[in-house]
């Protein structure tokens, strides 16, 4: 199999979710298109897997914390030669081990999730194990969520990860600054995150998460970290847009659960794949791309806001509301006064 | 069967304002009726259901009725420290809901299967447990929490469930709900797998038998009185659940059944064999696949009737 540059592999996360999806009427498409980036890059270019030996003792470890991102992972693990890119196609599907949710019954997969807030705990707990048995060779990546930093137990496997120095550890938040109903900081405030994480004894590092070159320096300094010792378990901040990639789906909270239903929504989301599809990567399902797409018309549900401040009108804190950031946009920025 | 309860709530909560709706972050879309109408009595408390439970057993100490909202185990397994000592323990005024009994979110996989909850939930002293069958049961039941001074648990479907009474009379926590008379062998329902036990009936009727039905929205406290009724007078005693088969509805019954001096039947759990389901699917796929659908139920009473 040939191996893709993570820019490759990222258009190919991003192209088999939306079939995933769109095929299956799954959820999270939202959460997928942010995280891609982050996966790309470690499975291209970070982690030391192998896909003839799964198990191989020497591999890194991984763990996709926030598991309803799950199609990422199941992307990024065929388009590596783990199992058939075929079998992508079974994702929810009557009989299927795609579970929406990432299931260990798939090969290179380390860790079922799907409840929130597990799996840097789990991930603590490897990185504590092989540290003990004097193994530095390995590291061990979580990716959580920034919703899922709501659940306490995140820090509690915070506190437990300083304590005991694992520099072996390294935490990625997909930080799309939006959950299940709304913007992090019109649910819970999580701000100022960075520092949070500072506090609690980590090494920060905040980069643009959706850039490979920034995943790349980060991951390479996460790495230089990892070989002092003892010193602090890094977590990068990898602020990211939910939806990236697919412009109407951007900061709009409603392709957090809604799927690619066919017509406009499909064919538009195809289409602005293909309008920055990486040279020498084949879609494996609209190789030319959609030759006369369906577009939305004036009554389409497209570039509204979706989420609970948004309808929730009568009472909801006017200092709750993020200031920037509108559906449909590519906006970064998230502000609480 | 979630949108009646979101209905039902919405209705009782603006006759009451101690009432309170609190999700764990979930209800996209479905809250939305309740948010909108109620907003004063609506909080969402975020993905952190530790907090949420114990933060509502809090505001029901100081006098509130509050409904905690989450899907699959997260409102139950996640937090069940918080349900037992803070809530249960205190006699606390919060009722806990849970959407997706069984395998509704089947094809989402292990972690959003709520197969062992009415087990926990019924082990805990204090504690109402609830799993209605219908959408007619789920607004009774819904009213009856409501009125309840004390914690709850109740299990819901998602959608598509049937209404299948046509109204219950007089509805009562730990009342089970005669749905056919019967004789030689009576089926015993809890839950939204109440759709699959009422076409095994339609079909076993038509084949000329005619079993007793009861439908069972309360696990517990679990109605004796028809337990030892049927006991006394079937030859066997199936009972149908989308949960595991220890510790659940099965084992309910199984525990009066065994403390009676004297009965003629004896007891055929269904449900999920004590196993996780590995496999992924509908809801509708993984029933049958997990033996407990219509043509299961059906398959397991004729290997009893031929016994």
Same mark, same amino acid.
């Given at each position: 199999?040939?191996?893709?540059? %993570?820019?490759?592999? @990222?258009? *190919?996360?991003?192209? #088999?979710?939306?079939?995933?999806?769109? $095929?299956?009427?799954?959820? /999270?498409?939202?959460?997928?298109?942010?995280?891609?980036?982050?996966?790309?890059?470690?499975?291209?270019?970070?982690?030391?897997?192998?896909?003839?030996?799964?198990?191989?003792?020497?591999?890194?470890?991984?763990?996709?914390?926030?598991?309803?991102?799950?199609?990422?992972?199941?992307?990024?693990?065929?388009?590596?030669?783990?199992?058939?890119?075929?079998?992508?196609?079974?994702?929810?599907?009557?009989?299927?081990?795609?579970?929406?949710?990432?299931?260990?019954?798939?090969?290179?997969?380390?860790?079922?999730?799907?409840?929130?807030?597990?799996?840097?705990?789990?991930?603590?707990?490897?990185?504590?194990?092989?540290?003990?048995?004097?193994?530095?060779?390995?590291?061990?990546?979580?990716?959580?969520?920034?919703?899922?930093?709501?659940?306490? %137990?995140?820090?509690? @496997?915070? *506190?437990?990860?300083? #304590?005991?120095?694992?520099?072996?550890? $390294?935490?990625?938040?997909? /930080?799309?600054?939006?959950?299940?109903?709304?913007?992090?900081?019109?649910?819970?405030?999580?701000?100022?995150?960075?520092?949070?994480?500072?506090?609690?004894?980590?090494?920060?590092?905040?980069?643009?998460?959706?850039?490979?070159?920034?995943?790349?320096?980060?991951?390479?300094?996460?790495?230089?970290?990892?070989?002092?010792?003892?010193?602090?378990?890094?977590?990068?901040?990898?602020?990211?847009?939910?939806?990236?990639?697919?412009?109407?789906?951007?900061?709009?909270?409603?392709?957090?659960?809604?799927?690619?239903?066919?017509?406009?929504?499909?064919?538009?989301?195809?289409?602005?794949?293909?309008?920055?599809?990486?040279?020498?990567?084949?879609?494996?399902?609209?190789?030319?791309?959609?030759?006369?797409?369906?577009?939305?018309?004036?009554?389409?549900?497209?570039?509204?806001?979706?989420?609970?401040?948004?309808?929730?009108?009568?009472?909801?804190?006017?200092?709750?509301?993020?200031?920037?950031?509108?559906?449909?946009?590519?906006?970064?920025?998230?502000?609480?006064? | 069967?979630?949108?009646?309860?979101?209905?039902?709530?919405?209705?009782?909560?603006?006759?009451?304002?101690?009432?309170?709706?609190?999700?764990?972050?979930?209800?996209?879309?479905?809250?939305?009726?309740?948010?909108?109408?109620?907003?004063?009595?609506?909080?969402?408390?975020?993905?952190?259901?530790?907090?949420?439970?114990?933060?509502?057993?809090?505001?029901?100490?100081?006098?509130?009725?509050?409904?905690?909202?989450?899907?699959?185990?997260?409102?139950?397994?996640?937090?069940?420290?918080?349900?037992?000592?803070?809530?249960?323990?205190?006699?606390?005024?919060?009722?806990?809901?849970?959407?997706?009994?069984?395998?509704?979110?089947?094809?989402?996989?292990?972690?959003?299967?709520?197969?062992?909850?009415?087990?926990?939930?019924?082990?805990?002293?204090?504690?109402?447990?609830?799993?209605?069958?219908?959408?007619?049961?789920?607004?009774?039941?819904?009213?009856?929490?409501?009125?309840?001074?004390?914690?709850?648990?109740?299990?819901?479907?998602?959608?598509?469930?049937?209404?299948?009474?046509?109204?219950?009379?007089?509805?009562?926590?730990?009342?089970?709900?005669?749905?056919?008379?019967?004789?030689?062998?009576?089926?015993?329902?809890?839950?939204?797998?109440?759709?699959?036990?009422?076409?095994?009936?339609?079909?076993?009727?038509?084949?000329?038998?005619?079993?007793?039905?009861?439908?069972?929205?309360?696990?517990?406290?679990?109605?004796?009185?028809?337990?030892?009724?049927?006991?006394?007078?079937?030859?066997?005693?199936?009972?149908?659940?989308?949960?595991?088969?220890?510790?659940?509805?099965?084992?309910?019954?199984?525990?009066?059944?065994?403390?009676?001096?004297?009965?003629?039947?004896?007891?055929?759990?269904?449900?999920?064999?004590?196993?996780?389901?590995?496999?992924?699917?509908?809801?509708?796929?993984?029933?049958?696949?997990?033996?407990?659908?219509?043509?299961?139920?059906?398959?397991?009473?004729?290997?009893?009737?031929?016994?």
């Amino acid at each position: 199999m040939m191996k893709h540059s %993570s820019e490759q592999l @990222a258009w *190919l996360i991003r192209r #088999h979710g939306v079939e995933m999806t769109h $095929v299956s009427g799954g959820s /999270h498409i939202g959460a997928v298109l942010s995280v891609a980036d982050i996966v790309a890059v470690l499975y291209a270019d970070v982690m030391h897997v192998d896909p003839e030996n799964p198990k191989w003792e020497g591999r890194d470890r991984f763990i996709l914390s926030k598991g309803h991102a799950g199609a990422s992972i199941y992307a990024a693990l065929a388009e590596s030669g783990f199992f058939p890119v075929e079998e992508l196609k079974t994702h929810y599907q009557n009989g299927s081990r795609l579970s929406g949710h990432v299931s260990h019954h798939l090969p290179g997969v380390d860790l079922s999730t799907g409840s929130l807030g597990h799996g840097l705990s789990v991930g603590a707990g490897m990185a504590y194990a092989l540290k003990k048995d004097g193994k530095m060779g390995q590291r061990v990546y979580v990716v959580v969520g920034d919703g899922e930093c709501n659940e306490g %137990s995140v820090w509690e @496997a915070a *506190l437990f990860a300083n #304590h005991f120095r694992l520099n072996n550890l $390294v935490a990625i938040v997909d /930080h799309n600054h939006m959950q299940s109903l709304d913007f992090n900081e019109n649910t819970l405030e999580i701000e100022d995150f960075a520092s949070k994480w500072k506090a609690f004894g980590w090494n920060v590092i905040e980069i643009d998460g959706n850039d490979h070159e920034e995943l790349r320096n980060a991951f390479k300094a996460a790495k230089e970290n990892s070989g002092k010792e003892p010193h602090k378990p890094t977590v990068i901040i990898a602020n990211t847009i939910k939806g990236c990639g697919v412009p109407f789906m951007q900061n709009d909270i409603l392709w957090h659960y809604r799927f690619p239903h066919k017509g406009w929504e499909y064919d538009c989301a195809v289409s602005e794949l293909h309008k920055i599809k990486p040279e020498g990567v084949t879609d494996p399902y609209t190789p030319d791309g959609i030759a006369n797409p369906v577009l939305p018309t004036d009554t389409d549900d497209i570039g509204n806001d979706h989420t609970f401040s948004y309808t929730w009108n009568p009472t909801y804190p006017e200092h709750m509301r993020r200031v920037e950031a509108t559906p449909g946009e590519g906006g970064r920025e998230h502000h609480v006064d | 069967m979630r949108d009646t309860f979101v209905r039902t709530l919405v209705e009782i909560a603006k006759k009451d304002k101690h009432i309170e709706l609190v999700t764990g972050d979930l209800g996209f879309g479905v809250l939305k009726p309740y948010w909108e109408q109620c907003p004063d009595q609506f909080t969402n408390a975020g993905i952190a259901e530790q907090n949420m439970t114990a933060m509502a057993a809090g505001m029901a100490l100081e006098g509130k009725t509050v409904f905690t909202y989450s899907i699959g185990n997260f409102p139950t397994l996640r937090c069940l420290e918080q349900v037992r000592n803070d809530c249960a323990y205190h006699h606390a005024n919060v009722k806990v809901v849970c959407v997706g009994g069984g395998f509704v979110y089947g094809s989402l996989g292990m972690s959003h299967h709520a197969t062992e909850d009415i087990a926990i939930m019924r082990s805990l002293p204090d504690m109402v447990v609830m799993a209605p069958g219908d959408l007619v049961e789920a607004e009774e039941a819904t009213k009856a929490i409501a009125a309840y001074q004390g914690t709850c648990y109740l299990r819901l479907g998602r959608g598509g469930e049937k209404r299948i009474h046509e109204k219950i009379d007089n509805f009562q926590i730990g009342k089970a709900i005669k749905v056919h008379d019967g004789e030689r062998f009576a089926i015993l329902s809890a839950g939204a797998i109440f759709d699959e036990v009422q076409e095994a009936y339609n079909q076993l009727k038509e084949e000329g038998f005619n079993p007793m039905v009861y439908t069972f929205p309360t696990i517990k406290p679990i109605d004796r009185e028809v337990i030892e009724k049927c006991a006394r007078e079937c030859d066997f005693i199936v009972t149908c659940e989308e949960h595991n088969i220890v510790g659940g509805f099965g084992s309910a019954v199984s525990e009066v059944m065994a403390e009676m001096r004297e009965r003629k039947a004896y007891l055929v759990k269904v449900g999920l064999n004590d196993q996780f389901a590995t496999k992924v699917g509908s809801q509708k796929y993984l029933r049958g696949e997990y033996q407990m659908d219509a043509k299961a139920i059906i398959e397991i009473i004729k290997r009893e009737l031929n016994k």
